[in-house]
């Protein structure tokens, strides 16, 4: 029953490869995000999405795209894998707006 | 972006003793949040601040929101080796909670 649960956990790449990540949670929350960390484990936000819609794009590559089929799931497709996009990428929820995120146990993309 | 200058970077520190870290923004933040990343696992929120001056504990863990609003301390008292991890402070980029900043993180090594 876990709240934020994401998968794979670890995915090993060639470069210019195409990935996704799937994140679901059962937390009843309407606002879901993507975060990148560094090696250096610098949190960094990718995206944000409330109620299906997305809110914050931070200047993120055109070759990542996330989606959001239901407020309830959020995935992330890579295409054209490059060397840098190797990161730990963590999917949360909150409800609303209160800065309160629950967080996935992580997904580790290493490019080779 | 805002700026989140979190110190120290790291300590290392004996069960038992008490410890302190503390975040700085370059602009007013009207949340603070401090966060803990265990090895392997996403980050879990500790403590929400919502009001200036506002001072919380959760069990031997207490945090302020300074009353410039431009800063917050976590403290922890007693540690134990469990309290091991990385710290992370994080407010609202730009007053937007959808889009959260977060501090370099203080890593804390606790020795038996």
């Known amino acids: ?112 | 972006g805002q700026q989140l200058n979190q110190s120290p970077q790291s300590m290392f520190i004996q069960e038992g003793e008490d410890v302190s870290m503390n975040c700085t923004s370059s602009s007013i933040f009207n949340t603070w949040l401090w966060y803990k990343q265990d090895p392997g696992e996403g980050p879990v929120l500790l403590i929400a601040l919502y009001k200036a001056g506002e001072l919380t504990s959760n069990g031997r863990l207490t945090a302020q929101f300074g009353i410039t609003r431009k800063d917050s301390f976590l403290n922890i008292s007693a540690s134990i080796p469990s309290d091991v991890g990385i710290y992370f402070c994080a407010g609202p980029e730009g007053g937007s909670n959808y889009k959260l900043t977060f501090g370099k993180g203080t890593l804390l090594t606790v020795n038996p």
């Open chain 1, 1 to 112: 029953d876990t709240a934020v649960s994401q998968t794979p956990k670890y995915l090993v790449t060639q470069m210019g490869n195409d990935k996704s990540i799937k994140c679901e949670q059962n937390l009843g929350h309407d606002t879901m995000y993507w975060y990148k960390q560094d090696s250096k484990k610098f949190l960094k936000i990718m995206f944000s999405y409330n109620n299906k819609e997305l809110i914050i794009n931070e200047t993120v590559p055109n070759r990542f795209s996330p989606k959001s089929p239901d407020k309830a799931h959020l995935n992330l497709h890579i295409n054209s894998l490059e060397l840098g996009d190797s990161a730990v990428y963590f999917c949360a929820s909150s409800r609303g707006t209160t800065g309160e995120l629950f967080f996935g146990e992580g997904s580790r993309l290493t490019v080779l």
